[in-house]
């Protein structure tokens, strides 16, 4: 019956006036119990005054229940805080006693109204141990009978940490009802702790955790709450667990907590970002503050990956206005939304594109911009392979417009949002991204304007990373596809790579390419099994990865540098500055115009007139590869003709 009347009413809670109705009837019981051990379990005492005694203790423990407010706890979810709270009312209760039955002995309120000191203790420990126990128990047959009854199955849970964030990890479990946990270890490497009971649960050593251990105990989950541990440190944990059949998660950082409580909603399952062998770079000596103050800030590209993020860090600072370019709509409608929501109100939102020269000269003297952050461009390998017109255009002949209108219009700085695979390019691209580092370069030789260049490998969460693309086939069911069992990407995330992007304007005085540290390379392939793994599924047998052979214009393996370059440092340890190779400016940029202007009627040699620009522009897996056979004709004809002059001569 009682099985049924919980079960049936699982979402109802019971009435706080109920719960301080009991509470009271405890302590009225607690007060009989403390005679009866006072008195040797006899009837040995003043009965009549007992009656008068104990309405006034039941009263006394109203007042201080109803002060305290120990009753309002949820029974099922009683914890440390409820039981602090028990025990400051009993407290409450017994000092009040106390201090009205000096008073009467004194003032005379009630005739020969007097209790005993030992009964007032005997009744503050009966009622406190009581009132405890009772609340655990409810809370115990609660979730036993709702088990019993196959509404609630219980989970299995291993706590990776018996520090104090694994206890907090306990108890936001174990409290939330619909959370269906039951913890059955701790795992720590604290000598001291292991083999010991925390919470009545076992600390096991690392070393226990194994195929046998995690099916004997039928552990479903195994959940990491250690707040120093680094990302390399991570990644070898997990990794040694994905081949158990058990899901990975972890709980967040302190500063992540809802008003410093942990929450059980807050644990989440282990995102391969979290895994990449690489610390979040934080910029401890900036001063993009100074840079920015009073300044009319200009971003193109706005709306994207990266330009948004820029647009909110600089919504942070001290600007004077903040001019947003961009020439998606509906993207550029929900940033500014968004800006309006968090309370920013000084930007100019513009739908427009970098493509037209007259619109953009327009914008420049009727804004002037001091500060200019180039993020707009086509960055999609495959795509841009078979559509160079288009890349050509924005990414070079885009970013020319907005160069030579900073010049024009004396801006301050310019910064432009470059790519690895700008460095020896193997496509399109790639080779348009480096073009436009090289008229840049170019142009910072007119002295008028600072031209600095960021270069950074793959941003996470961007639009067109892999890392989304893998998980939306993971929730399809797969197969994954991978282009290549051996390619390498650097990775980074979009507020890092917008940060670079601020510091590098800042730190910036002209004419540097800014290098980020990204530490080692990731390997796709086992990118793609580790966040099989983490979903909770086996490879091959739920998902498969397909290999598909590389794409048009893709390389195995990226690079930060170019041929002839090397690094100087920076006073941050993670930033480095490009030494670049000497450019024949005039030539580059006569050859650049060349470039954008036969772009602009159609002409086919542009991919060819690319490739003079940039001599190791080398094309890979693409249709494109028929001009570099030519190129090595011509090259070679070349050879064989100055050979034979010099033979004659």
């Known amino acids: 019956m009682i099985q049924n009347y919980l079960t049936n009413t699982v979402e109802r809670y019971a009435s706080k006036w109920l719960v301080l109705a009991i509470d009271v009837f405890i302590v009225a019981f607690s007060f009989v119990l403390s005679y009866f051990i006072r008195f040797n379990l006899t009837f040995d005492f003043d009965v009549d005054k007992f009656f008068m005694q104990l309405p006034l203790v039941s009263l006394i423990a109203l007042i201080s229940f109803l002060v305290i407010g120990s009753y309002k706890g949820v029974v099922r979810h009683t914890g440390?805080?409820?039981?602090?709270?028990?025990?400051?009312?009993?407290?409450?209760?017994?000092?009040?006693?106390?201090?009205?039955?000096?008073?009467n002995r004194e003032l005379q309120f009630v005739d020969n109204f007097t209790i005993p000191l030992s009964i007032i203790i005997i009744n503050s420990l009966i009622a406190f141990i009581v009132l405890v126990s009772s609340r655990y128990v409810f809370k115990t047959l609660f979730r036993s009978f709702l088990s019993e009854d196959g509404f609630n199955t219980y989970k299995n849970v291993l706590i990776y940490g018996a520090g104090d964030s694994g206890i907090l990890a306990y108890g936001a479990l174990t409290n939330h009802s619909k959370s269906n946990v039951k913890v059955v270890g701790y795992?720590?490497?604290?000598?001291?702790?292991?083999?010991?009971?925390?919470?009545?649960?076992?600390?096991?050593?690392?070393?226990?955790?194994?195929?046998?251990?995690?099916?004997?105990?039928?552990?479903?989950?195994?959940?990491?709450?250690?707040?120093?541990?680094?990302?390399?440190?991570?990644?070898?944990?997990?990794?040694?667990?994905?081949?158990?059949?058990?899901?990975?998660?972890?709980?967040?950082?302190?500063?992540?907590?809802?008003?410093?409580?942990?929450?059980?909603?807050?644990?989440?399952?282990?995102?391969?970002?979290?895994?990449?062998?690489?610390?979040?770079?934080?910029?401890?000596?900036?001063r993009i503050s100074k840079e920015i103050k009073d300044k009319v800030v200009f971003v193109t590209g706005g709306a994207g990956s990266i330009g948004s993020e820029i647009v909110r860090q600089v919504c942070e600072y001290d600007y004077r206005s903040l001019i947003v370019l961009d020439q998606a709509e509906s993207a550029l409608y929900d940033l500014q939304q968004e800006l309006k929501q968090k309370g920013h109100?000084?930007?100019?939102?513009?739908?427009?594109?970098?493509?037209?020269?007259?619109?953009?000269?327009?914008?420049?003297?009727?804004?002037?911009?001091?500060?200019?952050?180039?993020?707009?461009?086509?960055?999609?390998?495959?795509?841009?392979?078979?559509?160079?017109?288009?890349?050509?255009?924005?990414?070079?002949?885009?970013t020319k417009n907005i160069v030579d209108l900073a010049v024009q219009h004396n801006t301050e700085k310019?910064?432009?949002?470059?790519?690895?695979?700008?460095?020896?390019?193997?496509?399109?691209?790639?080779?348009?991204?480096?073009?436009?580092?090289?008229y840049v370069s170019c142009m910072?030789?007119?002295?008028?304007?600072?031209?600095?260049?960021?270069?950074?490998?793959?941003?996470l969460g961007s639009n067109g990373s892999v890392i989304p693309l893998f998980r939306?086939?993971?929730?399809?069911?797969?197969?994954?596809?991978?282009?290549?069992?051996?390619?390498?990407?650097?990775?980074?995330?979009?507020?890092?790579?917008?940060?670079?992007?601020?510091?590098?304007?800042?730190?910036?005085?002209?004419?540097?390419?800014?290098?980020?540290d990204m530490g080692e390379s990731v390997k796709i392939y086992d990118l793609a099994k580790n966040m099989i793994k983490l979903s909770g599924l086996s490879y091959p047998e739920d998902i498969d990865i397909k290999i598909t052979g590389l794409r048009p214009g893709e390389k195995l393996y990226e690079e930060l540098l170019a041929n002839g370059e090397n690094t100087l440092p920076t006073y941050h340890e993670k930033i480095k500055i490009s030494k670049t190779r000497e450019l024949d400016s005039v030539d580059l940029r006569s050859k650049i115009d060349e470039l954008c202007i036969s772009n602009m009627f159609f002409r086919a040699n542009t991919v060819a007139l690319m490739k003079s620009i940039v001599p190791e522009y080398i094309s890979k897996n693409s249709k494109l590869c028929e001009l570099d056979k030519d190129k090595d004709k011509e090259e070679k004809t070349n050879f064989d003709d100055s050979l034979t002059t010099i033979v004659q001569n």
């Open 444 to 459: 910072q030789k007119e002295n008028k304007t600072k031209f600095i260049t960021t270069r950074f490998g793959n941003v």
């Open 187 to 286: 795992i720590d490497n604290d000598k001291k702790k292991i083999g010991k009971l925390i919470n009545g649960v076992r600390v096991f050593p690392p070393e226990t955790l194994s195929f046998d251990f995690i099916s004997k105990k039928r552990v479903a989950e195994v959940i990491f709450c250690i707040q120093s541990i680094d990302h390399k440190k991570l990644n070898e944990l997990v990794e040694g667990l994905v081949d158990f059949p058990v899901s990975v998660k972890i709980v967040p950082p302190v500063e992540d907590w809802i008003n410093g409580e942990l929450k059980a909603s807050q644990i989440k399952k282990v995102q391969i970002e979290d895994l990449l062998n690489r610390k979040p770079i934080a910029i401890t000596n900036s």
């Open 345 to 398: 109100h000084n930007f100019i939102p513009i739908v427009g594109d970098v493509r037209d020269k007259n619109r953009m000269n327009v914008i420049f003297e009727e804004h002037k911009p001091d500060l200019i952050f180039h993020a707009a461009a086509y960055k999609h390998v495959p795509l841009m392979e078979y559509n160079s017109y288009e890349a050509i255009k924005i990414n070079i002949a885009g």
């Open 414 to 438: 310019f910064v432009l949002v470059s790519t690895d695979k700008a460095v020896n390019p193997t496509n399109v691209m790639g080779a348009s991204k480096r073009i436009a580092e090289i």
């Open 472 to 516: 939306k086939q993971i929730e399809n069911g797969g197969p994954i596809t991978l282009t290549h069992k051996e390619i390498t990407r650097y990775f980074m995330t979009i507020p890092e790579a917008s940060q670079l992007v601020l510091e590098a304007g800042a730190m910036g005085k002209g004419g540097e390419i800014f290098i980020f």
């Open 80 to 103: 440390i805080r409820d039981v602090y709270n028990i025990f400051n009312a009993v407290c409450l209760a017994s000092i009040l006693t106390i201090f009205l039955v000096l008073a």
